[in-house]
């Protein structure tokens, strides 16, 4: 099979340019509708990649349509259902973001990112082994590296501009910033889609340790998902069958980038190091070996 040619930044000459962020380019078409293209960019500790992970951007989009429908019960979702045809009539023009685009309602963004954790991992482990507890929730003592926390818990975070870091706040803050009902609405929302996908996952025998989801309303006040969902880039996806407590598993996301970077001599900070072939490739596969097994057959 044939590596999917990479888009590391789309350009197209018939819609203007709203944003680039770290994975997304952002068109304007209307006053009610915008087109969100994923690219095949990779952003690792808040820094963007120079290298892409080729078909990263159409696996995020192909999961993330996945999940948009299968939560709908639950939330509806961003997506306007205006075909790509209709905002793009140019063939040639389409085809660069084919499978990678979507046409999607403007809402106004909520500025915290709903974070979810079912399993303790990443910044999560380094706090509770300092504190015993992870974004200021208590937890009991003596549990190990990567094992399933008694339930799932809420960790927002603030967003952070491109290239700066997301801070970890606790729930009061996010009363502060957008009122009790719509703070606890989040909250809510956010820990039931994460337990649902995380059985439907299991099934498939992926383990989803921990995710982040981002909202939006719209002028009436109604709460919608947006951007991506549960894809290996919002989330990171472990495989089932090789599971162990007290060792870091290997995963479906870019946390096997992440993991060689930190191999390497590197800040932190831009410019980010350029990622040999072998190991772009190797996270491409898995990037599709998540679309595979959650999306085929379902």
């Known amino acids: 099979m044939t590596a999917p040619e990479a888009l590391y930044q789309s350009t197209l000459a018939s819609l203007p340019l709203i944003a680039r962020g770290k994975v997304r380019d952002i068109y304007d078409i209307d006053g009610q509708t ?31 349509n996945f999940w948009f429908a299968k939560m709908q019960a639950i939330i509806p979702n961003h997506l306007s259902g205006i075909p790509l045809e209709q905002v793009v009539p140019d063939a040639a023009e389409r085809a660069q973001i084919e499978g990678r685009a979507m046409v999607v309602k403007k809402l106004r963004p909520l500025p915290v990112e709903a974070i979810v954790r079912g399993y303790l991992i990443g910044s999560g482990w380094k706090e509770y082994q300092a504190t015993g507890s992870v974004c200021g929730i208590p937890l009991p003592a003596g549990l190990q590296l990567a094992q399933q926390l008694p339930e799932a818990i809420y960790t ?51 383990i989803i340790a921990d995710t982040k989801f981002e909202f939006g309303v719209d002028n009436a006040g109604t709460l919608y998902l947006i951007d991506e969902v549960l894809t290996p880039d919002s989330s990171r996806f472990w495989p089932a ?24 001599d590197w800040d932190k900070t831009a410019p980010a190091p350029s990622l040999p072939a072998d190991v772009a490739e190797f996270c491409a596969a898995k990037y599709r070996e998540a679309e595979v097994r959650l999306t085929q057959g379902a």
């Open 156 to 206: 927002p975070s603030t967003k952070a501009a491109v290239g700066l870091h997301d801070e970890n706040v606790p729930y009061q803050k996010t009363i502060e910033l957008m009122g009790e009902p719509l703070a606890a609405q989040v909250r809510t929302v956010s820990l039931q889609l994460y337990n649902e996908a995380a059985a439907y996952a299991k099934e498939r025998g992926i």
């Open 241 to 264: 069958d090789q599971y162990q407590v007290g060792i870091s598993p290997p995963s479906f996301d870019k946390q096997y980038v992440r993991d060689y970077l930190e191999t390497l």
């Open 34 to 64: 915008m087109l969100i293209v994923t690219t095949d960019r990779l952003s690792a500790f808040d820094v963007i990649l120079p290298d892409p992970i080729p078909g990263k951007g159409r696996v995020l989009t192909q999961v993330a």
